[in-house]
């Protein structure tokens, strides 16, 4: 089996990794990929971190103000390897950012500055160079969902308990195909699943910080599990043809823009 953790150098990569292999990965099947590196031809799972701002344009928009930051080499490499665990038929499983990217690539849109757009009362960004990460912003309310959904039922289980939050962005229109699995407390998508096809499912919260508790951790081991079962049914004919990627990093607007 292996595990795609797709990430940049301002995300906290050994918090991620770590929460992989304590919910039962191995060291050996967990690859870090970051933006200038070639695509992996052949992996079973694909790990979608946190990190900066998905570019208003690839849903069609303009960036509302200058608190959108952005990543170019940051996208480029996420929504590429979703293409290609699309094609290939590995898990996927998106976190914070992680989420929008998924959202975004199927057709959905984005709030891109909640304070300004959508203020609702309940705060959903807390920097995490300035509190704990597992710092306890908001519940998370479970929809009803037909359990046979990828993480349905490992996120009914966190209804009602706290979660954290570091974003300053978040799901404006679902993209078709997608099911809501829980939802803040003012009404924001904080969960989802796709309803047919390979597993895919993300969350907004970060459960890599808080994967001590069970809870979490079910959400890391149920997408090791389904990468396992489609490391076991993998095609014997060999992996697809290693596409490079092929632009150069280049500067993305301003810092390395930190985990929202």
């Not at 974003?167 to 809501?180: N, S, T, Y």
Request: aromatic share 4%.
């Amino acid at each position: 089996m292996k595990i795609i953790l797709a990430i940049d150098p301002a995300q906290p990569i050994e918090a991620y990794r770590d929460a992989l292999l304590s919910s039962g990965a191995l060291p050996g099947e967990v690859e870090i990929v970051q933006p200038g590196d070639a695509l992996p031809p052949e992996f079973d799972g694909l790990l979608l971190s946190g990190g900066a701002d998905v570019d208003p344009a690839r849903y069609g928009e303009a960036p509302v103000n200058g608190s959108v930051r952005t990543n170019e080499e940051r996208d480029r490499l996420d929504f590429d390897l979703l293409e290609r665990a699309d094609r290939i038929g590995a898990a996927v499983f998106g976190i914070c950012r992680g989420l929008q990217v998924v959202n975004v690539a199927l057709g959905g849109t984005l709030w891109q500055d909640l304070p300004v757009q959508r203020e609702r009362g309940v705060p959903h960004s807390f920097p995490r160079s300035e509190n704990d990460p597992g710092h306890p912003a908001h519940v998370v309310r479970a929809a009803p969902a037909a359990s046979r959904l990828p993480l349905a039922a490992a996120v009914a289980a966190v209804d009602g308990a706290f979660v954290n939050s570091r974003h300053h962005q978040a799901v404006k229109d679902l993209a078709a195909g997608l099911v809501p699995l829980a939802a803040s407390p003012d009404g924001l998508v904080e969960a989802f699943a796709r309803e047919a096809g390979p597993f895919l499912a993300a969350v907004q919260w970060h459960p890599e910080n808080l994967v001590a508790r069970e809870d979490q951790r079910a959400l890391f081991t149920e997408f090791l599990a389904a990468a396992r079962r489609r490391a076991a049914r993998r095609p014997e004919s060999g992996p697809i043809v290693e596409t490079p990627v092929t632009e150069p990093p280049s500067p993305s607007n301003g810092a390395p823009e930190p985990e929202r």
